[in-house]
T-cell receptor
């Protein structure tokens, strides 16, 4: 089935470590995104990518890095510079361009990151 | 920059009744999309309904409908015949529509409304 796969679902990070969250989609979507959700809060955009080998910072990019080497993959690295990384992370994608579907955003099932 | 405001942190409704969730937004854009997403305890984000701002007709999807007031920048969600499975957090979201109809999915979310449906 087509969709977005995020892994791992749960991840624990020690202070000072970098960790990478995986996001893979087989929807042939051009654009991919990473959002962060804190408990009881809405989603905030970390990074997004419209095409391969290109990406832009979102509203809260500090302490994070991404790459987009393949259309179907958009991994997020949470670096040690991110002071408060404990949160729920959601990856999303959309078929950018002139789409009659109205550019609906599809989400993965999310990854929980906890600092220990 | 856009902002989205959901002024009701929590709502509750009896099963089979109707409930309306409020959303207001602020933008200088004239072309955009508005969405309602549902997030159940599983945390999966599920699209409930979508509205194109250039369409005057309010969107409907089965038991879900919206009241879109563009001039007032209001986008409320009405859930009819509420079911226990509707219990979730609901998010209102805004996305700019570029010239030519393209967009790149930079969603701006509200803070969410927790809806509880009681039997």
């Amino acid at each position: 089935d087509g969709g977005i796969t995020q892994s791992p679902k749960y991840l624990f990070r020690k202070e000072g470590q970098n960790v990478t969250l995986s996001c893979e989609q087989n929807l042939n979507h051009d654009a991919m995104y990473w959002y962060r959700q804190d408990p009881g809060q809405g989603l905030r955009l970390i990074y997004y990518s419209q095409i391969v080998n290109d990406f832009q910072k979102g509203d809260i990019a500090e302490g994070y890095s991404v790459s987009r080497e393949k259309k179907e993959s958009f991994p997020l690295t949470v670096t040690s510079a991110q002071k408060n990384p404990t949160a729920f992370y959601l990856c999303a994608s959309t078929a950018a361009g002139r789409q009659s579907s109205g550019n609906t955003i599809y989400f993965g099932e999310g990854s929980w990151l906890t600092v220990v | 920059a856009q902002t989205v405001t959901q002024s009701q942190p929590e709502m509750s409704v009896q099963e089979a009744e109707t409930v309306t969730l409020s959303c207001t937004y602020d933008t200088s854009e004239s072309n955009y999309y508005l969405f309602w997403y549902k997030q159940p305890p599983s945390r999966q984000m599920i699209l409930v309904i979508r509205q194109e701002a250039y369409k005057q007709q309010n969107a409907t999807e089965n038991r879900f409908s919206v009241n879109f007031q563009k001039a007032a920048k209001s986008f409320s969600l009405k859930i009819s015949d509420s079911q226990l499975g509707d219990t979730a957090m609901y998010f209102c979201a805004f996305m700019k529509r570029n010239a030519g109809g393209t967009s790149y999915g930079k969603l701006t979310f509200g803070q969410g409304t927790i809806l509880t449906v009681h039997p």
